[in-house]
């Protein structure tokens, strides 16, 4: 492959093999995913998020910046090993102007490809995008899950579909609050407000990505700060104590290896976090495999389309629904918002 050396060679994502560093993304390593992997879903959900704006994504793979171990980090991961990446700098966020992002592909086309990914080319720390991508999750368990059940038909559609995660906690973490109880264009436009006001950029070659701001730098910040860009006094309340809890100490890292229910009694501990945050923290950010946001008006909304009950789901009728899935429900709650967005219910109704 062009660009590709012998001496890249192969690895696993477990392996315990030197993380490619921060500037060295000229040679890419191969990863091999795990078995059922469909990075181009991936590709597709990213392409169509109004969120999703840090990061550029083309048919092949993704490219982004995210703050991961206290400094901004350049990660681009591809299925075909192209892309070009020169010197690596960081600089304030009003010193240049970030690249526009590239036309988001449509979600036609994506299923053009039954096949699995096998494997993919990452210039930047492995960890990173394992973290984003779930690289090495076996998700073959959820085949028999679903077998047979009301999800089987989407099932046909999404197999090998994982959740795309956010690889820096407090990035993560922000994202779900900002997103509470407003649509998801609004959401977006404080996010990006986020992140131009008060992030850094990272140039890469010629490209330039934004990067989300860090901790101490929400930290610093008083609720007036963020009230001239649209942002409610409890939703920058909430962020600014999020972001103080962390730089005093916080370890999130925990939540990773609990069970869900006890993960979200001690999330909920916190200012600004109910259930519904606490199942997407878990979800989109700790990588949990058995979430489903129930309260979410979306996937009620996906549900009742499904099961063609001529309404929005309740909350208990989705409970109910996902406990067939029981350890799989994280994967379950992706399937009904790529639907959704992807208008997969409307297409039928023309049909």
């Not at 979600?107 to 096949?115: A, C, F, P």
Request: include cysteine.
């Amino acid at each position: 492959m062009p660009g590709v050396t012998r001496e890249t060679g192969v690895r696993e994502v477990g392996e315990n093999v030197e993380r490619s560093r921060q500037g060295e993304a000229g040679q890419p390593t191969w990863v091999r995913t795990s078995p059922e992997h469909r990075f181009e879903l991936q590709l597709a959900y990213l392409s169509t998020h109004p969120g999703a704006f840090v990061e550029r994504v083309d048919a092949g793979g993704c490219a982004t910046a995210v703050r991961w171990r206290d400094r901004p980090t350049f990660v681009e991961v591809r299925v075909d090993g192209e892309g070009s990446v020169g010197d690596v700098s960081v600089k304030s966020p009003k010193s240049v102007k970030a690249s526009s992002p590239v036309e988001p592909a449509p979600l036609s086309g994506i299923r053009e490809s039954q096949s699995p990914t096998r494997g993919v080319w990452v210039r930047g720390p492995v960890e990173v995008a394992d973290r984003m991508f779930q690289l090495e999750a076996d998700i073959r368990g959820f085949d028999n899950a679903v077998a047979g059940s009301p999800l089987e038909p989407l099932h046909q559609l999404y197999r090998g579909f994982k959740p795309v995660c956010m690889a820096d906690p407090f990035q993560g973490m922000c994202w779900v609050i900002v997103g509470q109880q407003v649509n998801v264009t609004f959401a977006a436009k404080l996010k990006r407000t986020l992140v131009e006001k008060f992030g850094d950029t990272l140039q890469v070659g010629e490209a330039v990505y934004r990067v989300f701001p860090s901790p101490e730098r929400i930290a610093g910040l008083e609720p007036e700060d963020l009230r001239p860009f649209q942002f409610s006094r409890q939703k920058a309340s909430y962020l600014i104590s999020l972001a103080r809890r962390i730089v005093n100490g916080w370890d999130t890292s925990v939540y990773e290896g609990m069970e869900a229910e006890e993960a979200i009694a001690h999330l909920t501990q916190v200012k600004g976090v109910g259930r519904w945050s606490a199942e997407c923290f878990l979800l989109f950010v700790f990588r949990h495999p058995d979430v489903l946001p129930a309260a979410d008006i979306g996937l009620r909304r996906a549900l009742g389309k499904l099961l063609g009950l001529g309404r929005n789901a309740t909350e208990a009728e989705l409970r109910e629904f996902g406990r067939m899935f029981a350890g799989w429900r994280s994967y379950v709650s992706q399937y009904l918002w790529l639907a959704l967005r992807e208008g997969r219910w409307e297409k039928e109704a023309v049909d």
